[in-house]
């Protein structure tokens, strides 16, 4: 049989050195071809029976009007329990994009709920969409979503909003967690800066997505609070006071911790991070709290917020500023996509410097 093949190739190319270099190709890219096939086999294999068992958990919850096997999502990390961590993009804009992202904490759980709400809406009103790129993560911890009962944790016992690679996480981060914290385990930021999945997986939608605003929520302390970029934030400020005013919802400026999300996207990368806490995590209260919450995410999506660096501001107009924009946008964002390759390491010393 390989004689018969060899002959063949013989003929065909009419050299045997050219012969032998097929085979050597062959013999290098077939690995990689299997590889492939096999990634794509496995996430589809992933993602069908995940989608399912959501909807069933999330039909326990009494959530019969929203299905999470309705949207194409995308998903290329996995949790320690292997589930994927899923997001969907919507709209076509390259640039102006929105994160959301909920479920971060897993006993969150009307957090999903508006995330999955929010996802079907946009998905059957793409016309709210077409300038713009909105990029929703519903369930950023499923591990700790899935577990019975459901934990703030992930399956590693590490808070994921204490776990970005923030440049005082080094310093403060098990001091504050020792102190402050008291050593509850609900808190506990994780042994390294971006030692979790779940974590290493928002930083990723965010180096490729470079979203300028970012709305993550939470329960159950009930406000709104926010992070930015500073010389913005008098005017994002007062706007967060009406949308307060109209959400009937309170706004507080609560801070940050080395390693949260307002941390690291607000506070370092200038990024409107605005934290949503409701009022309960009584998944009962979820479209209650979609009815409350949505013309605020409508409103949030409208918000002509630029968030980008502030070194980008001090060039005014022109192609000088355009210029400067994509160099510093390259050198301050690490520009590039962060998922395409389907790797779980991140190049967290680069994040954690990108500031300094
Ligand atoms: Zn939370």
Known sequence: MFAAVCHLFLRVTGSPLKTAGIFCLCFFLAPACADAVRAADSSAGEMRPFLQALDNLNARCGWTDVSAAGVAWEHHRTTRHRRPLIFARFGAGAGNCILFLGGVHGDERPTVYLMLKLAQYLQEHPEIVKDQCIV????????GYFAAPPTRVNAGGVDLNRNFPTRD????AHRQWRTKGHKNRRYYPGAKAGSEPETLFQAALIKRFQPRKILSVHSPLN??????PSSDLDSFEQWMETISREANHPLKKFGYYPGSLGNYAGHERNIFTLT???PSSDPKQGPAYFQQFFPAFLKFIRLPADGRPLFTRV?????AQAALTKVLGRMFWNAGDGMDNGKQNFDQDAAVNAFR
């Open 169 to 172: 996480w080094n310093r403060k």
């Open 315 to 319: 060039v005014k107009h022109g192609k």
């Open 276 to 278: 949503l806490e409701l």
């Open 136 to 143: 929703i993560a519903p369930l950023v911890n499923p591990d």
């Open 223 to 228: 406000f709104f609070d926010y992070d930015g």
